[in-house]
């Protein structure tokens, strides 16, 4: 059985935009960092980049830096007639469900080969992709978002080191089924963890934050639906944080969903105040560096 955190979500009050796909995107060799910098596509502020399966593609896959497993789309695994793997519990946004699932034999990103994966199947609808690329391809990755460029550069840590700039703030993180979980983060003056989470298009608390936020005092609150992976939904309240500082950056007026999700058990933070930070928040930012291996995570200020 696999316990899936897939965090990869929408703000929606109607379902996903259908439209035309997005043309493949195409692998750009100038490099700022050594790796491979990849033309990322975004879409409600997500990125997406062109990933391999087993040497066919390249196909369009959602980053989601807060997911533990990769998916595959249900009609991609069909056409590509990969092999079935059984069935599995899958732990979305939204709640435990039973899903298949089927055996690549490798994940293809830049120059990057992740070999002998266990992946399980969604609807394309509800990825918006053709799947999802997680924890379990990244764990010996560093991947550097670039915001601006809308690129997105894979490298292997294990192999290479990241070099600074002027202008870099650095935040070591802890891991935590995979996650990096950062515990430099404050709201009002208190500690936090924060999840750093590409596949969710806003953040996300947990009650046990909001209670410590406000302290028994009200705040404009404004409903909201969050669609999950798997096509189901969840109600979150909708505050704007005054001040959220992680590491030495200060960000003000941060729109926050708070729902205890299933993920938030999941890290093991149900009772710790902590916060997803999606990528409503990240793109603030000019480049954000995730470095699962070495546990750091690197913002570029604009």
């Known amino acids: 059985m696999l316990a899936l955190a897939l965090a990869g979500l929408l703000a929606a009050a109607q379902p996903a935009p259908t439209g035309p796909a997005i043309p493949p995107a195409t692998i750009d060799s100038t490099l700022e960092v050594t790796g491979e910098e990849l033309d990322a596509k975004t879409r409600r502020n997500r990125l997406f980049i062109d ?17 533990d497993r990769s998916v595959v789309g249900i009609a991609l695994s069909e056409r590509l007639g ?39 199947a969604l609807p394309e609808r509800f990825i918006g992709a053709d799947g999802l690329i997680g924890i379990d391809a990244l764990a010996d990755q560093r991947l550097l978002m670039d915001f ?68 028994g005092r009200r705040a404009p609150v404004q409903p909201i639906t969050l669609l999950s992976v798997t096509g189901e939904s969840l109600v979150a309240n909708l505050i704007i944080v005054p001040e959220i500082r992680v590491g030495g950056i200060l960000m003000r007026g941060v729109p926050v969903a708070f729902v205890d999700a299933p993920p938030f058990a999941l890290f093991g933070l149900a009772k710790d105040p902590s916060l997803l930070l999606g990528t409503d928040v990240l793109q603030a930012f000019r480049r954000v560096a995730l470095d699962f291996r070495n546990r750091k995570v690197r913002f570029t200020l604009r």
């Open 148 to 215: 601006d460029r809308k690129t997105v550069t894979v490298q292997d840590s294990r192999r290479s080191v990241m070099t600074s700039e002027p202008g870099e703030i650095v935040v070591t993180a802890r891991r935590r089924k995979g996650q990096l979980i950062l515990t430099e983060a404050y709201i009002a003056g208190t500690q936090i963890y924060a999840v750093i989470d590409t596949g969710a298009e806003i953040s996300i608390g947990n009650s046990a934050l909001q209670e410590r936020l406000l302290r």
């Open 51 to 67: 990933v391999k399966v087993n040497d066919t593609g390249p196909w369009r896959f959602l980053v989601d830096s807060g997911a």
């Open 82 to 120: 990969l092999p079935s793997a059984g069935v599995a519990k899958l732990q979305s946004m939204s709640g435990a469900s039973q899903v298949d699932t089927f055996t690549v034999d490798s994940l293809t990103i830049g120059r990057s080969e992740i070999p002998a994966l266990r992946l399980p």
